[in-house]
């Protein structure tokens, strides 16, 4: 059975920043109150691909995707390139935002930090994939267990199939 390994923060952080820098601000009129350590981050970086269904805005691109939501109330901070959104609320929680089923965004009961440690459990299981082709059903528990690590219920709030 394939091992999933639960990133810390500052392995994450290494990871990203690693991919490549590019300081930037958000406008002055952004009237957000975005959690101190997304700001931090996404005003760093650039456009990222963590994983299949997660590529990380930087801070000019989430000001851009934000533009076409009218939410008051979250922040569109990453996508997945298939017009699934994800979503943070000024309490540092996640949520998901289906293109399929328009106007409704799902709680993931999870903070940012944990969204990112779960980007990098998907992208273990994508390169899982990229690798075998098939995901037999021991990884996938794995794949599960990783994500109810971050959060007990996060295998069952998660919005893709395995």
């Known amino acids: 059975m394939m ?3 639960i990133l810390t923060i500052e392995e994450i952080e290494a990871e990203i920043l690693k991919w490549g820098k590019n300081l930037q601000s958000f406008p002055k009129a952004v009237a957000f109150s975005f ?3 997304y700001q931090n981050l996404v005003t760093s970086i650039k456009t990222t691909e963590v ?3 997660t590529i990380v805005y930087n801070a000019v691109e989430a000001v851009n995707e934000n533009k076409e939501f009218e939410l008051n109330d979250y922040w ?3 996508g997945n390139g298939q017009g699934d959104r994800w979503f943070l609320d000024t309490q540092d ?3 998901f935002y289906d293109h399929d089923y328009d106007e409704k965004i799902e709680p993931m009961y999870i903070s940012f930090q944990q969204w990112l440690q779960m980007a990098f459990i998907i992208q273990q299981l994508d390169m899982y994939f990229e690798e075998h082709e098939h995901i037999p059903k ?3 528990l ?3 267990q990783a994500l109810n690590t971050i959060h007990p219920k996060l295998g069952e ?3 893709f199939s395995v």
């Open 142 to 144: 794995g794949f599960y």
């Open 93 to 95: 929680e996640v949520f």
């Open 35 to 37: 959690p101190e350590y």
């Open 3 to 5: 091992k999933f390994k």
């Open 51 to 53: 994983s299949s269904e």
């Open 76 to 78: 569109c901070f990453a």
């Open 138 to 140: 021991s990884v996938k």
């Open 157 to 159: 709030h998660y919005p």
